[in-house]
């Protein structure tokens, strides 16, 4: 017999494989990245080394830095490599090419640009190794992943209360969706890469805090789809996709809802509107070896 939380459990593992399943029809040319998205929610699952290396969020981080700012994480460089490398040898084909020599990219080096969404160092590091960078940035979100969910479990009760700002509490990232759910249709904006969620007003656009609602406004889909929209900002072009849902989306489902909802975006970028392209936050976050070796991946 089967506890409750197994049982939930079990049912969210075989509700997110059945919308891979579905991504898979639908979206056939993603499959590269699916795979990668595959084995980070499963390691999200299964990897319980991650927890191990979490310290409490740093005490002298400024006023209105996510949790994840100027925290030092330490990892078993041994699962952390091990992990990093069997991400890099799925690898991303980028016109036609799959990813290089996993083995001349620092795993440790690669997480901690990634969380900290720092795309020049990841790409520095893709260079080096002879790799495409477009393909080891995704490696890289994909590997950070699992020890993202894990600092949103561990800190969960740290997220503060009121969160006034756009990007994550916890990781800095900007929300991949506005969820608008239950009775009371507030807006909750989710992370993408930790599954946070946070509430911000309505009439607020989440990148450059314009309140004037002549600059802001929705593109609707022709479809019957009603429940979803994208707003848009006019003041500085941003966009973001928004849904009415009964429930809020399962942190692991957030990225896969984003893929199934591509058609809004192409809505959104064909009207000239876009998302930005840094971070929300600089976290200047650290991740190191637990007391293992100093010199390589």
């Known amino acids: 017999m089967l506890w409750p939380n197994a049982r939930l459990r079990r049912h969210r593992d075989l509700e997110i494989q059945e919308r891979i399943a579905a991504a898979r029809l639908e979206h056939p040319e993603a499959e590269p990245w699916l795979a990668l998205l595959e084995a980070a929610l499963g ?41 990093g490398r069997r991400l890099l040898k799925l690898g991303v084909p980028v016109n036609g090419r799959a990813g290089g020599a996993p083995q001349a990219i620092n795993v440790l080096v690669l997480l901690e640009a990634a969380v900290n969404q720092d795309d020049a160092s990841v790409d520095a590091l893709a260079r080096a190794a002879g790799m495409e960078p477009q393909a080891v940035r995704v490696v890289g979100q994909m590997a950070a992943l699992p020890l993202l969910h894990a600092c949103a479990r561990t800190w969960a009760g740290a997220v503060p209360s009121a969160w006034w700002e756009g990007y994550c509490p916890l990781c800095g990232a900007w929300p991949v ?72 989306l399962a942190a692991r489902a957030i990225l896969l809802d984003d893929l199934m909802t591509v058609h809004l975006d192409v809505a959104a970028l064909e009207r000239g509107y876009r998302r930005p392209e840094r971070p929300g936050y600089a976290l200047e976050a650290r991740v190191r070896a637990s007391g293992a070796r100093k010199d390589g991946a």
């Open 177 to 248: 969706v506005a969820e608008y759910a239950g009775l009371e249709r507030k807006r909750q904006l989710r992370c993408g890469r930790c599954g946070t969620a946070w509430v911000v007003p309505s009439l607020r656009c989440v990148f450059c805090d314009e309140t004037d609602h002549e600059q802001l406004g929705y593109l609707t889909p022709e479809s019957d789809e009603q429940m979803r929209r994208v707003e848009v900002c006019g003041t500085c072009k941003g966009y973001l996709k928004g849904v009415t849902t009964v429930r809020p």
């Open 43 to 83: 390691e999200s699952e299964d990897g319980g080394w991650w927890e191990a290396g979490l310290p409490a969020p740093a005490a002298d981080r400024p006023v209105k830095a996510p949790l994840l700012c100027r925290t030092e994480i330490t990892l078993d460089e041994r699962a952390a490599r091990r992990w």
